[in-house]
């Protein structure tokens, strides 16, 4: 079993796992490794080929593992290197790869880098993006952010660090300060760590929000926007990747970049195997279809001419410019799709909205040119979590925008119902295995809330 090779990306099929929400092992609560290897003869029956796991590396788990403290241990919380190791060892046995996210745009704020970094080491200060204030008055006095460029999870993309006297990017949460792969040794650090997990038997890799990892010569206001289109799709990035992929010596594995406010033609690049880059992307014009003016927290109903437009000339571009698609309808990042695309009325219902959406979505993903993404649950059409108080909700996303709703002059209703449609929680909340406590996902108390249709919705009803 060694020398297992999985399918190639035109033939495979890759399941997405949140390992927090897939299956608690030891009734804490909280999915873990030996979770997934107690499930792999379900996984296997599905016919799927690798399995994408979300990060399990030690974390402060402020964006729930995607601000990561140590890129080459394993959290407690989910189990042990050992038991990785048997995991991807039965995995093989059924003829499965496991991909690994890799989140190398930004670490946490409790990285021993970033530590060193604001303890004063001038080495480590190179590794990330520190900037003296606008209109400072002089040490001490920070000023305004170097730039009016916005984080994706609220507020400014800037952080003040007392101890230096410095602001510090982070494009993401403030917890996540933004890596500077300029640096040709955060490079090196970055190669190490794909090095260190290739060498335990991965299959794959998924790169997280990789196009932001190159960052514009100089750091300017953004006239137009919240500064996406100075830092996406940066001017080095095609040259970053395909030195990677040199180095470690993935060409040839299965590998993936989110890419996030992208364009056709850099996935175009990014994913034709001329170019020696990734072997797809993820991009997200489609999922963005029911936003009102481009806003997320803005709703409208789906534009179902627009998806199907937006479809075709991804198909259609990808096809002519040698470049292949990730295709999917949600992931961790995002509502559930049977819901977001109409399927509210029936849920669990045979004959119903619910059913007829959740069969059209997945006809669809296995009709077009590219390689189908399924996230946990998709299988059992798995819908939006229904909460109805803001306490039930975990995601930092969701309750920052809670309040930037507030303070906009929403209503505490209005508010919750815009997280009702939109919130990274009704991706995340846990696998629905059975109608018994806590949908057969632990013994203890969940993590997160199950939504109530769970006695109705479940892999053992459908299974059987």
């Not at 030690?58 to 241990?73: E, H, K």
């Not at 229904?386 to 309750?399: F, G, R, T, W």
């Not at 119902?417 to 057969?440: F, I, K, Y």
């Amino acid at each position: 079993m060694a020398d297992f090779v999985p399918r190639d990306k035109k033939h495979a099929v890759v399941y997405q796992i949140y390992i927090r929400s897939f299956c608690d092992s030891n009734g804490d609560g909280i999915g873990d490794l030996p979770g997934i290897t107690s499930k792999l003869d379900y996984l296997a029956k599905l016919g799927i080929d690798y399995l994408w796991i979300t990060p399990f590396y030690p974390s402060p788990m402020r964006d729930n593992g995607y601000d990561i403290s140590d890129y080459t241990a394993v959290d407690p919380t989910y189990g042990t290197m050992d038991d990785f190791d048997e995991l991807v060892a039965e995995a093989k046995k059924r003829h499965i790869g496991i991909m690994l996210d890799m989140v190398l745009c930004h670490t946490s704020c409790d990285h021993p880098w970033f530590q060193k970094a604001i303890a004063g080491d001038k080495e480590y200060q190179q590794y990330y993006f520190l900037k003296d204030g606008c209109n400072s008055k002089g040490p001490g006095d920070p000023g305004e952010p170097p730039t009016n460029w916005k984080a994706a999870f609220g507020g400014s993309a800037w952080e003040w660090e007392p101890h230096i006297g410095k602001w510090y990017l982070h494009l993401h949460d403030v917890s996540q300060p933004d890596l500077n792969w300029d640096n040709s040794k955060v490079r090196k650090e970055v190669e190490n760590v794909v090095l260190f997990w290739k060498k335990r038997g991965v299959a794959g890799f998924r790169f997280d929000v990789i196009n932001f990892v190159s960052k514009p010569a100089k750091f300017v206001d953004d006239t137009e926007g919240a500064g996406r289109p100075l830092f996406a799709d940066g001017p080095h990035i095609h040259e970053y990747l395909q030195e990677l992929v040199s180095t470690t010596g993935i060409d040839g594995m299965l590998t993936v970049g989110e890419m996030a406010s992208t364009t056709l033609d850099n996935c175009i690049k990014y994913s034709n195997p001329d170019n020696h880059e990734l072997a797809e992307t993820f991009s997200f014009h489609h999922l963005k279809v029911d936003y009102a003016n481009g806003d997320k927290w803005a709703l409208k109903e789906a534009d179902i001419a627009k998806l199907r437009e937006i479809l075709y000339t991804w198909q259609r571009g990808m096809q002519e410019g040698g470049g292949w698609n990730a295709l999917f309808w949600d992931n961790h990042d995002q509502p559930r799709a049977v819901t977001r695309f109409g399927g509210r009325a029936g849920e669990g219902e045979p004959n119903s909205d619910w059913e007829h959406v959740g069969k059209m979505l997945a006809t669809t993903s296995f009709f077009l040119e590219g390689t189908p993404y399924i996230y946990e649950g998709d299988e059992l059409g798995m819908t939006n979590a229904h909460y109805a108080k803001i306490d039930q909700y975990n995601d930092v996303e969701s309750l920052n925008f809670y309040q930037i709703l507030l303070k906009k002059g929403e209503t505490e209703d209005e508010a919750l119902h815009v997280l009702s449609e939109r919130s990274r929680d009704n991706g995340r909340t846990p696998m629905q295995w059975s109608d018994g406590h806590a949908a057969g996902f632990t013994t203890g108390k969940p993590w997160l809330a199950s939504p109530a249709n769970y006695t109705s919705i479940n892999a053992e009803a459908e299974v059987d």
